[in-house]
T-cell receptor, first 114, second 114 residues
Framework: DAGVIQSPRHEVTEMGQEVTLRCKPI?????LFWYRQTMMRGLELLIY????????DSGMPEDRFSAKMPNASFSTLKIQPSEPRDSAVYFC????????????FGQGTRLTVV | AQSVSQHNHHVILSEAASLELGCNYS??????LFWYVQYPGQHLQLLLK??????LVKGIKGFEAEFIKSKFSFNLRKPSVQWSDTAEYFC????????????FGSGTQLTVLP
């Protein structure tokens, strides 16, 4: 398996633009997580899905952020409009939603909003 | 909600020195415990995990961790570090039998001097 695949790896955009980050989980995994990593706040869980359904989005910072999982093999995290403080590395992770399993992380998307 | 504390923010060691990184968690119930490593510019990779059984867990690359329930601790150890161990190390927990999202500590940056 190729692991969790995220695209793009790097994104530079201007303030106010829409940004869409993409994630393909490991085949067969039915839980998917979006994390944000910054120097100031470390790793923060933004949202997670179980069987394509959002379970907990309490970590989504504000309404500018939205996430979807239209099917078991694809998820998006969208920021509209983007702001410089959104600059961070965004990680997607997936796991099996059964007991005693770990999460596998993608390579991350480094987002820079200028 | 659970929380994780890593008290060492930056540790600097010489090669062959022994390593111990502290991790304490706060949660009244049963948790699964993890250590992840993030090499410079890379994604998080699992070092080791504890679900149940022997509280001394061995992971990859010579790392081990001991779960001490009475102290709510899961410290990471390695008897002799190498320059290639330079990375950031994250302790994480999730709640057994419930949601699967990981709560991460703030991370410890380990620098090993050659």
């Amino acid at each position: 398996d190729a692991g969790v695949i995220q695209s793009p790896r790097h994104e530079v955009t201007e303030m106010g633009q829409e940004v869409t980050l993409r994630c393909k989980p490991i085949s067969g995994h039915n839980s998917l997580f979006w994390y944000r990593q910054t120097m100031m706040r470390g790793l923060e869980l933004l949202i997670y899905f179980n069987n394509n359904v959002p379970i907990d989005d309490s970590g989504m910072p504000e309404d500018r952020f939205s996430a979807k999982m239209p099917n078991a093999s694809f998820s998006t995290l969208k920021i509209q409009p983007s702001e410089p403080r959104d600059s961070a590395v965004y990680f997607c992770a997936s796991s099996l939603s059964t007991a005693n399993t770990e999460a596998f992380f993608g390579q991350g998307t480094r987002l820079t909003v200028v | 909600a659970q929380s994780v504390s890593q008290h060492n923010h930056h540790v600097i060691l010489s090669e062959a020195a022994s390593l111990e990184l502290g991790c304490n968690y706060s949660y009244g119930g049963t948790v699964n415990l993890f250590w992840y490593v993030q090499y410079p510019g890379q994604h998080l990779q699992l070092l080791l995990k504890y679900f149940s059984g022997d509280p001394l867990v061995k992971g990859i690359k010579g790392f081990e961790a001991e779960f001490i329930k009475s102290k709510f601790s899961f410290n990471l150890r390695k008897p002799s570090v190498q320059w290639s161990d330079t990375a950031e190390y994250f302790c994480a927990v999730n709640v057994r039998g419930s949601a699967r999202q990981l709560t991460f500590g703030s991370g410890t940056q380990l620098t090993v001097l050659p």
